[in-house]
């Protein structure tokens, strides 16, 4: 390819995503979505991880990106997640959180495991890096939904997340 031409196939990562808000009660989320296919929402602070996450994922699902951060204003629980779910109108999506959303995306989990389908943990932790781990049939002790924990690697700029941890998720969430 020559000068401005662009490849064909990457085409896709191109293209915006939709912006919308949704409303709970006296608070307005901004959130984005693209892609086809089973839903996934991303609880994922930061925006450089979240959008690449976005990007690389929505050629395979609906991905459905909250702009959360670390802090939003008085917005947690897992009342807050049950309602986040019921306004875009997802049925079972799959979740991808990281930070400070994690315990309410498995308190949510557990205690409504017919609302989800699966939750997918990232983390960095720059001591323990023992790789991926999926709990068989689902959360120990046979709960529900399955989870996987994926330790991210280092940071690098411009690379929030390494290519092959996002084709291990890409695969837990199928």
């Known amino acids: 390819m020559t000068g401005n031409q662009r490849d064909p196939s990457q085409t896709a990562d191109l293209e915006p995503p939709a ?100 939750i997918a943990i990232l983390w960095r932790d720059p001591i323990v890096r023992t790789g991926p781990v999926l709990a068989p049939g689902g959360a120990p002790a046979g709960l529900s939904p399955p989870v996987l924990l994926l330790p991210l690697a280092a940071a690098t700029p411009g690379n929030p997340i390494q290519p092959a941890e996002i084709e291990v998720l890409a695969r837990f969430l199928g």
Do not use: H
């Open 19 to 118: 912006r919308a808000f949704a409303c709970l009660g006296p608070v307005s989320i901004a959130y984005s979505c693209s892609g086809r296919g089973k839903p996934v929402l991303l609880l994922v602070p930061g925006f450089s991880l979240r959008e690449r996450l976005r990007e690389r994922l929505a050629d395979r699902f609906k991905v459905l990106a909250p702009e959360i951060g670390y802090r939003s204003g008085g917005i947690r629980g897992r009342l807050w997640l049950n309602g986040l779910i019921d306004t875009l109108g997802l049925a079972r999506p799959q979740v991808v959180v990281a930070g400070p959303r994690v315990l309410e995306a498995l308190t949510y989990g557990i205690a409504e495991p017919d609302q989800v389908d699966r």
